[in-house]
């Protein structure tokens, strides 16, 4: 099989070295890249500057993607900042190559139902980056929701805060895609996971009302805060985002009428009140696991032709209930979904 991985900054360099461990030699893996840095950005998001990146991965690079497209990749892992990702994947599902689009699948709706009618025309696999779906904890509370073990849901709460200058260590903050508008960056967009996690476990909304904007004195040009609550699924949802505390959070918790279950993600802990269940808890969880078993995924899928864990449909959702958030945000109303 032969892949290619267009970008390989952080989580370009985390997919082929997880691509490489899975399938070995025998994979042929090359590259899109613009800048060429050739240092190794490592699993805990340093850099290793004595490392040579292209050499370590044993990967062949190409500048411009018409020379990329020129060795037939059978997939493409779409890795670049997130306002590149549609055109970069129309032209790959064009050339007829499976599709691996990190998160967010556009920053844009503008030509993402092109995208999805190549992908259908040319039987193509397409997946979206969402490894939060897979941590073992988020597949537990999932289970536990279906089963009905917390009764009538009555709300839940998604919360995700950090400290940006934080996030990727090994760069200037004010420089990542993350932190740029032209980039299609900022806390709604680059943590779409929590949109995709409330509508997977809780069900599409139908009506998004949303506040928050550029509320600390980090320099970006973008949203840092945004608060919004998601009607119309199995149960009203609120997401808080920010991108301006020092201490990380990433949780979910819901309440139902027989009681509540709180999801730490970064202690990788479900607990119940009462206990309804056992609580769940797995000490010193490896981080990279979700993103190893999502490319195991997308790459069983494309070698027997089977739809992925996250399809390119819940990526767009995803994609529609973010921008209707940062919509509701800018406007002050509330934003219906058809």
């Given at each position: 099989?032969?892949?290619?991985?267009?970008?390989?900054?952080?989580?370009?360099?985390r997919?082929?070295?997880?691509?490489?461990?899975?399938?070995?030699?025998?994979?042929?893996?090359?590259?899109?890249?613009?800048?060429?840095?050739?240092?190794?950005?490592?699993d805990?998001?340093t850099?290793?500057?004595?490392?040579?990146?292209?050499?370590?991965?044993?990967?062949?690079?190409?500048e411009?993607?018409?020379?990329?497209?020129?060795?037939?990749?059978?997939?493409v892992?779409?890795?670049?900042p997130?306002?590149?990702?549609?055109?970069?994947?129309q032209?790959a599902?064009?050339?007829?190559?499976?599709?691996?689009?990190?998160k967010?699948?556009s920053?844009?709706?503008?030509?993402?139902e092109?995208?999805?009618?190549?992908?259908?025309?040319?039987?193509?696999?397409?997946?979206v980056?969402?490894?939060?779906?897979?941590?073992?904890?988020?597949r537990?509370?999932?289970?536990?929701?279906?089963?009905?073990?917390l009764?009538?849901?009555?709300?839940?709460?998604?919360e995700?805060?950090?400290?940006?200058?934080?996030?990727h260590?090994?760069?200037?903050?004010?420089?990542?895609y993350?932190?740029r508008?032209?980039?299609?960056?900022?806390?709604?967009l680059?943590?779409?996971?929590d949109?995709?996690?409330?509508?997977?476990?809780?069900?599409?909304?139908?009506?998004?009302?949303a506040?928050?904007?550029?509320?600390?004195?980090?320099?970006?040009?973008?949203?840092?805060?945004a608060?919004a609550?998601?009607?119309?699924?199995?149960?009203?949802?609120?997401?808080r985002?920010?991108?301006?505390?020092?201490?990380?959070?990433?949780?979910?918790?819901?309440?139902?009428?027989?009681?509540?279950?709180?999801?730490?993600?970064?202690?990788?802990r479900?607990?119940?009140?009462?206990?309804?269940?056992?609580?769940?808890?797995i000490?010193?969880?490896?981080?990279?696991?979700?993103?190893i078993?999502?490319?195991?995924?997308?790459?069983?899928?494309v070698?027997?032709?089977?739809?992925?864990?996250?399809?390119?449909?819940?990526?767009?959702?995803a994609?529609?209930?973010?921008?209707?958030?940062k919509?509701s945000?800018?406007?002050?109303?509330?934003?219906?979904l058809?």
């Open positions: 099989m032969r892949i290619l991985i267009a970008g390989l900054g952080a989580i370009g360099q997919h082929a070295r997880n691509v490489r461990a899975l399938r070995g030699t025998a994979v042929e893996l090359f590259a899109l890249r613009s800048r060429r840095l050739r240092h190794v950005v490592t805990v998001l850099k290793d500057e004595t490392r040579d990146v292209e050499s370590e991965l044993g990967l062949r690079a190409f411009h993607l018409d020379e990329a497209l020129g060795v037939k990749p059978d997939a892992f779409i890795c670049t997130s306002s590149r990702h549609l055109e970069i994947a032209r599902a064009d050339a007829g190559c499976h599709l691996f689009i990190e967010p699948v920053n844009t709706m503008e030509g993402v092109r995208l999805r009618a190549t992908v259908a025309g040319r039987g193509l696999v397409a997946m980056g969402s490894q939060w779906r897979f941590h073992p904890c988020v537990a509370l999932r289970e536990f929701l279906e089963a009905g073990v009764g009538r849901l009555e709300r839940a709460e998604v995700y805060a950090e400290y940006l200058p934080d996030w260590p090994y760069e200037d903050y004010r420089t990542s993350a932190a508008a032209e980039l299609g960056g900022g806390v709604v680059t943590q779409i996971h949109y995709d996690l409330a509508c997977w476990l809780f069900g599409v909304p139908r009506r998004v009302t506040t928050g904007g550029t509320l600390s004195d980090l320099e970006i040009d973008v949203e840092d805060t608060s609550v998601l009607e119309g699924g199995r149960v009203a949802v609120t997401v985002q920010t991108f301006a505390s020092r201490s990380p959070v990433r949780t979910i918790t819901v309440t139902g009428a027989r009681g509540s279950a709180t999801l730490d993600l970064l202690r990788a479900l607990t119940f009140s009462p206990a309804l269940a056992p609580d769940s808890a000490a010193e969880y490896e981080r990279n696991q979700m993103f078993e999502e490319a195991a995924n997308f790459l069983g899928c070698e027997r032709r089977e739809t992925p864990a996250v399809t390119l449909d819940d990526g767009i959702t994609l529609r209930v973010a921008l209707a958030v919509e945000m800018h406007s002050g109303v509330t934003v219906e058809a």
